[in-house]
Structure formats: structure tokens, C-alpha cells
């Protein structure tokens, strides 16, 4: 990647895929190392919860009939659309601890600088409500003095526990709060 890779623009840039699992896992490839059919439903998994307002993930289902009958059963085929930016595909990574490919390590360097280790270091909750604010699914009720998450079918976190990633992050200085607003302190996605 030529690119500068600090640059707000660059970050920003989207990438779109359309194919199998498998298919994701190659086109993975590009940006993590030992990327498998695996390692893509994982992916898929986190960027449903880290997928913001802009990005898409849709899963097509083959048209009744175009299924392969295997032992009696017919197994339907599907694939997957997946529009996203580079700093999803980078925040991703560090959450999920993949190796990144040599030229993408350049451009996570780029965006999240030292904050990269920092993220690879948080807990899993931690990293959970990292994913929130990156999908901006969190927000503060000042009615109830209290974040909530939005989107979220299974609400993993009571307020109280809530309060206190989001207090703790903001204390470590991996996210940041302007107003009622948060956002990743390494992506600079608000303004002071």
C-alpha cells in the first residue's frame, strides 16, 4: 500500500467483497496472515457488533433449486456482501490478536500507532465495548445518568459494569469523550 497511512482519508477508504467464506478468507489474506474459512466466520462475527451506520454485511442465499443435494439433503449455497473501511478491517484484527500482513501492519501502525498493543492488551469486555463505540451503538441517556447500548440483542453488561469499561478506557486513554460523544482516541473520530 502506497499510501500515507496516517491520513484521515486513508482510513476512511472503503474496500467491498462478494463471495463464500471461503472466498472472504482469501480476500483476508490481503490484510491478516493464516487467514482460513475460520478465521473469516470470526471476522464476520466481530464486524457485526463493529460495523457502524456506513458499512454493510448482507448474506444472499442462492435461489431455491441452485442447492446441491448431498446424502438425500439439499444444501443451500449463500454468499456474503461485505462493505467496510480499512480502519474496521484494522480495529478487527487487534481485537481478534491476528498477525497482520506485512503491508497492512504498516497502515495499523499508521492509524492506531502504539495504541495497536494497547488494544491487543485489553480484556475481552473491554474489547466488546471498543466494538460498540466503533459501531457508535453506545450512547449516554443523561435522563438515566447511564450508557447505553444500542443494537445489541444480547445486552451482556449491566450499567453499572458499563460505566465502569467506559470510565477505565477513557482513564487509559483508548477511547475519548467530548460532550455526550466517545470515540477510539487512536482514530480521532470526534472533535474536541
Known sequence: ???????????DTSVSFQGT????????ADYY????????????????????????????????GSGHREMGLV?????????????????????????????FAAFVIGIFGLGAEKIRKLKYAEKRV?????????????????YVIHEDPGYEFSPDELKKIIEQ??????????GNDLGISYLNRIEA
Open 75 to 103: 444444501l443451500m449455497h449463500g454468499e456474503y456482501y461485505l462493505n467496510t473501511r480499512l480502519a474496521t478491517i484494522a480495529l478487527i484484527g487487534l481485537i481478534l490478536d491476528a498477525t497482520f500482513t506485512h503491508g
Open 130 to 146: 471498543l466494538m460498540y463505540i466503533q459501531a457508535e451503538k453506545i450512547s449516554w441517556d443523561p435522563d438515566a445518568e447511564e
Open 1 to 11: 500500500m502506497q499510501s500515507e497511512h496516517g491520513d484521515a482519508a486513508f482510513q
Open 169 to 178: 478506557l477513557i482513564y487509559d486513554e483508548v477511547i475519548l469523550k467530548r
Open 21 to 28: 467464506q471461503e472466498e472472504l478468507a482469501v480476500f483476508l
Open 33 to 64: 496472515e493464516k487467514s482460513n474459512p475460520a478465521f473469516a466466520g470470526q471476522f464476520l462475527v466481530i464486524f457485526q457488533d463493529a460495523m457502524n451506520q456506513e458499512e454493510t454485511l448482507k448474506y444472499m442465499v442462492e435461489p431455491e
